[in-house]
């Protein structure tokens, strides 16, 4: 297991190569890069201050001029400014130069700044993460104590009154998106039309540094009830049916009627012997559920609830076509579950000794 391990090491790097290959290409070719963006504002600008100049009159104002003593407002730029904002931006190099470059940056993590903040995109990432994480860690746990739970107890009352009753929760759980959910927790309980019980926006209060310890950890979960409430909602419903289907599909196996013919209990067979084969498929998904809610989930979550986090500043980024910011957090995000999913096999292996990853190419 050990060498495999260590062929899944190295190869990512030539993942995470091919990734951001793939990734640079498309950005290369999609309309609307940062250097477009930056013309677009300049002269949506200089068109502003025509309209206002022609408005006030000719004999009020006088217009801004350029090096030629012409206004240049509705004229468009001059190629030489053009050049500047190209070469400001990076974009005075050939693509392969770029991508190279950015390459060998990001082998020493340096990502770089934000185009449009004066900020290092690993302190943005910093920044952030605090907020995702939260969000992401608390959210999962709370997801996997409920669903499994929940799940092996409908495998166990399998078409009685408790699977029925339960099935209408996770079926909700399926139709209606999490940030649905966001929408009417807001409404019922942080102010929207009926209750005031908790904040809106933000993960802590304006005065939590003047807050004590029990206070501030308090604050905090007062915060993070409703967008973790809305995350688990809209997401407990898949690992319930998997953890259910999966203790079903192994109590019909024929391990279970020897068990059970032994004269074991019912809970001895269940957490002895059926625990261990059905729980596979639940850990191989946690790798992609920590993920998925820790950085695509959460993106809308953080929208309606005003919480700055990673989703969030990966979302602006591809908007604004940020690249140092969206290329940095797609590295991050796809080295993370490079090594979330050798942890998931890693964990195979111990929860059950019989699975060896080291006979199968990588």
């Known amino acids: 297991m050990l060498a495999y391990a260590l062929r899944r090491l190295l190869l990512m790097p030539l993942t995470l190569l091919g990734i ?35 408005g006030a009159g ?16 509705a004229q468009g730029l001059d190629p030489k400014f053009i050049a500047e904002i190209e070469k400001q931006f990076g974009f005075d190099k050939p693509a392969h130069e770029r991508f190279i470059g950015m390459v060998g940056n990001y082998l020493r993590f340096d990502f770089g700044k934000s185009f449009y903040r004066d900020v290092s995109v690993i302190d943005l990432i910093l920044e952030k993460m605090p907020v995702s994480v939260s969000l992401g860690l608390w959210s999962t746990l709370i997801i996997y104590l409920v669903s ?7 495998a166990r009352r399998d078409g009685n009154s408790f699977d029925i009753a339960t099935s209408w929760a996770v079926i909700i759980g ?18 929207g039309r009926y209750l005031d019980w908790f904040p809106l926006r933000g993960l802590t209060s304006v005065d939590f540094d003047q807050l004590g310890a029990w206070g501030k950890v308090t604050d905090y979960l007062w915060h993070l009830t409703l967008p973790v409430t809305a995350l688990v909602i809209g997401g407990f419903a898949g690992l319930v049916m998997l953890t259910k289907n999966s203790f079903l599909e192994e109590i019909g196996k024929q391990y279970v009627v020897t068990a059970r013919a032994k004269g074991l209990s019912e809970n001895q067979v269940l ?47 591809v908007t604004n076509r940020d690249y140092p910011v969206m ?36």
């Open 271 to 317: 957490y002895r012997h059926v625990f261990r084969n059905a729980m596979l498929l639940v850990i191989a998904g946690f790798p992609s559920a920590l993920v998925g809610i820790l950085f695509a989930g959460s993106i809308l979550i953080e929208i309606i609830f005003s919480l700055d986090g990673i989703g969030l500043l990966g979302f602006e980024a």
């Open 148 to 154: 499994i739970p929940l799940g092996i107890a409908k």
């Open 58 to 73: 000719a004999g009020e104002v006088q217009a801004p001029r350029g090096q030629s003593g012409a206004y240049r407002g």
């Open 327 to 362: 290329f940095g957090t797609l590295y991050m995000f796809s080295l993370l579950g490079l090594v979330l999913n050798l942890i998931s096999d890693l964990t195979y292996h111990y929860v059950d000794p019989r699975i060896d990853f080291s006979s199968r190419p990588v």
């Open 20 to 54: 951001m290959l793939i990734n640079f290409v498309i950005a290369q070719m999609a309309p609307g890069g940062p250097v477009e963006q930056m013309i677009a504002r300049i002269e949506g600008q200089a068109a502003s201050t025509t309209q206002r100049i022609s």
């Open 174 to 191: 399926y139709a209606v998106p999490g940030f649905l959910f966001a929408i009417l927790l807001i409404v019922v309980f942080a102010g």
